[in-house]
């Protein structure tokens, strides 16, 4: 029961996440003093183990999830921010061998493709200091 909850709140979440990208809503962030103008964008990862994602300044990661058999990312972005920054991201594969500690990273999510054959572990750089 506890399992089916969950995952229709997950289901519910991505739901939400979609229609925002897909309905180009945006929102104002006034916590920051003003108006700031913020939006969900959708970046698309490659399954390279190590990757950079150029983003907009401050910006924050949501979420990392398959869609259409890709490797999406979700960030709350300034659309009007022009300086960016470079963010590093890894995928391991479950049984891969890699070179890094995780010391200085997040774990996002596990995604999975193919069915579920192939499993990726995504960590994104903690680049917020």
């Known amino acids: 029961m506890v399992d089916f909850i969950f995952g229709l709140a997950i289901g519910f979440c991505v739901g939400v996440i979609y229609d925002i990208i897909r309905t180009k809503r945006k929102y ?16 698309e990862l490659s399954e390279e183990k190590v990757q950079w994602v150029s ?3 401050n910006s924050t990661v949501l979420s990392v999830v398959e869609q259409h058999q890709d490797i999406v990312m979700y960030a709350v972005v300034d659309v009007e921010q022009e300086n960016t920054q470079e963010i590093q991201f890894l995928l391991l ?24 054959s192939l499993m990726f572990h995504v960590f994104v750089e903690n680049w917020w200091g």
């Open 28 to 43: 104002f962030d006034k916590d920051q003093g003003g108006n700031k103008m913020n939006a969900i964008y959708k970046y």
């Open 55 to 57: 983003l907009p300044v």
């Open 93 to 116: 594969g479950t049984g891969q061998d890699f070179d890094n500690t995780l010391d200085g990273y997040t774990f996002l999510n596990t995604v999975n493709l193919s069915g579920g």
